[in-house]
């Protein structure tokens, strides 16, 4: 075609020409079109890589509203049994609140999840982290209470939780090296949005047994929070940021940036309480379940509201329980409940708190003198702490008392301890112990030795005033728990009463205190 119109164009020129040109001006179009074709695409694909470098806004029919609640120190109330809200009945509440969505709802736990009641306890906390895993849990920190059974069972708890356990700040003391077993944070996903959650277990090693922590120490560090909520909020989307932190109210949170974390949820003081910090709200809700914390967050628009919940004694004597949660409590029940409802006794009567310190420090005592120990130079001291329900009995009624209550009462597995100890070091023990034996330890010899019954978490603890090294001396040959030796003690009563726990001091404590003698101020 080419050779016959140039040959064409030698006959004939002018024609050739034209015809030419006009093939030449088709082709620049076809050109030109082409190269617009070629514009508009790459032209798309930059759009298109530009908006996948965005953050994807989630396609789903849920909302935007992400709706958290928060428990700390449950202490093993798993079911609620007309005295305490259990969280068979907190599930229920959750489940049937006004505009429940599961996949836009978090619960969330500061710690101290599984000490604290026979069910719990006699599983090592198995049951508990069970009943939390059916409850959906999204996050949870250590408290000091996760560590009363040592680190190996606190790891294997760890392994059972379909949710991660953490703490940004626990560190090995051997290499000054955060521990591997637990993660500072976690993202968690809720109808497509992104959340970040920062667990913190706070400056509180003097609430832990030193020798379940001896390998341990913490570290907290706002600006560390800080730092790692503006990589969840920067690096990886996050909508939202959580802390969670078995840690009290704290001046300290005022330095936390109000543009990284949107809230805090504490633990370990036992307040209700609700407060803030740069703008930051924070939350606790007591122990056992006394409050629950209820806040909601606009992911889009980052409005936020909380309210913390006190429960009250309708909902405890009246709530349902999730029966979702019944076939994994009946196991377990089923499992504890030839020990824990084992009935030791009757009361007269209603024990409250201190009542309660008096009768196992007066058991203590008993025991000590059992043991051959002088009582003249004998005293009992039990931290006032350590006694964890504050009334046990019926005003005006005689009611049966079983193991299960004791335990409850004296959940610890603290085991008795002999320590001898200087007077002179002994003058403030009372402060924040219940003290048996004498009417005032400022009346004490200051350099007359005395034999102390304590409890092993005292007698190990380096910084306290009853530290022994090696923690005193066990006058069995296995470990004896102050509520087992309570437990037999009232078996033996069979009936116990609030006047028969008193102390009957002589009567010439009447006289001046300087005529006295130690053995007039002990039993």
Known sequence: DKLRRIIKAIKCPATTLCVVAGRWKESKKEEVKKMKTKLFIISLMILTLVSCSKEKEPEHN???????????DVHGSIVGDG???????????????????PEMTMLLSSGDMYQGSGLSNLTDGRS???????????????????FDWGVDTLKNNIELSNFPVLSYDVY????????????????????GYKIGVIGEIGKIESSI??????????????????????KLKQKENCSAVFLITHNGPNSGYEKLNNNYVDAIFGGHTHEVTSKTYNNIPYY??????????????????????????KVTTKEIKETPKDEALTSIISKYQEETSPILNEV???????????????????????????????KDKLISVHNKAGVRITSLGETDQTTPITYGQVYEAFPFDNDVRLVKVKGSYLTSVGTTNYVYGIKSTALLDPNTIYNVISISYLTENENGTLYND??????????????????????????????????NYPQSLSLHIEKQTIQQLLF
């Open 62 to 72: 849920y909302g935007d509203t992400l709706t958290v609640y928060s428990f700390n």
């Open 83 to 101: 005295s305490n809200f259990g969280l068979d009945q907190a599930s229920y509440l959750i489940k049937n609140s006004d505009n429940y969505i």
């Open 128 to 146: 508990m982290v069970e009943v939390m895993n059916a409850m959906n849990f999204d996050a949870m920190a250590i408290g000091n209470h996760e």
């Open 172 to 191: 090995n003391k051997s290499n000054d090296k955060k521990v591997d077993w637990l993660d500072s944070y976690t993202v968690v996903e809720k109808g």
């Open 209 to 230: 047994a030193s020798n379940m922590i001896k390998d341990y120490y913490f570290s907290p560090n706002v600006k560390e929070i800080n730092s790692i909520a503006k």
């Open 284 to 309: 606790q809700n007591g122990d056992k379940i006394k409050g629950i914390t209820k806040f909601t967050i606009n992911l889009k628009t980052h409005e936020s509201e909380g309210e913390l919940h």
């Open 344 to 374: 030791i006794g009757n009361l007269e009567g209603k024990l409250n708190s201190s009542d309660l310190g008096t009768l196992v420090t007066k058991v203590m005592f008993e025991y000590g003198v059992s043991k051959g120990i002088d």
């Open 470 to 503: 090696g923690g005193g001396e066990c006058l069995d040959t296995l470990p004896t728990y102050c509520r087992d030796i309570v437990k037999d003690y009232i078996k033996v009563q069979g009936t116990i009463t609030k006047d028969s726990l008193q102390l």
